[in-house]
């Protein structure tokens, strides 16, 4: 191999690296902001909390893809991670939350509402506790100054386990928990025997557009270098992407 030929492949080979590190860095910025979750729960009691990290489960089809799960005789506190940064401005019972940095303002889809979808996923996945009590929780990971208006808790990292250890009553004794616990444990990413209704895979069907088929998250419209185009809300989660065309009336 003469000089040229040397030069040819090393130009290829760090052309390939910059686009690996592009593609592989917002996967690796969430998966961090997930292991600082995990590295906070990890300080909770393990004889008053279970924590069960990345859990699937299915509903009416489709799966639904939760952070954390965090199993306790106070009840279930789910938490949804987000990994921004900028200034996070958004309310409760809007559509979508806007990221500002500097200039550039970018959408997200509102993660209250993502996580009462998440909710919803596992209540029906454990009817035998109708009892149970529901926390949902969105914790920021990242440098974001949070300009949120909500009654549910929307917080930064650091006030995670001040949040958690601040529901004291009991809702379950301690063997209704582990069972819960063991219960969530049996049935992540376990696709469900029976098939959901035909009624209720038309009205699935109905929606295909709007949520990911990969993580059940809601797709948002994006505009990306070739256009107009839908894209998971779970992003860098989830990568899911369609094109569509948009027609104007």
């Not at 809702?171 to 009624?199: F, S």
Request: aromatic share 16%; proline share 4%.
């Amino acid at each position: 191999m003469d000089l040229q030929q040397f030069g040819y492949w090393l130009l290829l080979i760090f052309l390939v690296l910059i686009l690996l590190i592009k593609y592989l860095r917002p996967l690796i910025k969430g998966y961090l902001g997930e292991l600082t979750i995990r590295f906070i729960l990890s300080f909770l009691k393990k004889k008053d909390y279970k924590v069960i990290h990345n859990v699937r489960v299915f509903y009416n089809g489709i799966m639904a893809q939760i952070d954390h799960i965090v199993v306790s005789k106070y009840g279930l506190f789910v938490i949804e991670t987000k990994n921004y940064s900028g200034w996070i401005f958004g309310s409760e019972n809007a559509h979508e939350w806007t990221q500002v940095i500097f200039k550039h303002k970018f959408k997200l889809y509102n993660p209250i509402k993502q996580n009462f979808g998440h909710i919803k996923a596992i209540r029906a996945n454990l009817t035998a506790y109708p009892f149970l009590d529901y926390y949902p929780i969105v914790v920021f990971t990242r440098g974001s100054k949070l300009k949120i208006n909500s009654s549910y808790p929307v917080i930064k990292y650091y006030n995670l386990l001040k949040t958690i250890k601040n529901s004291k009553n009991i809702n379950i004794t301690e063997n209704i928990r582990d069972e819960v616990y063991e219960t969530l444990l049996k049935i992540n990413g376990r696709k469900p025997l029976i098939q959901p209704k035909k009624a209720l895979l038309s009205s699935f069907a109905r929606h295909t557009p709007t949520f990911c088929p990969y993580c059940s998250s809601p797709l948002i419209s994006k505009t990306g270098k070739y256009g107009r185009f839908l894209g998971c809300s779970s992003f860098p989660k989830c990568h899911y992407s369609k094109k569509v065309s948009f027609k104007y009336e």
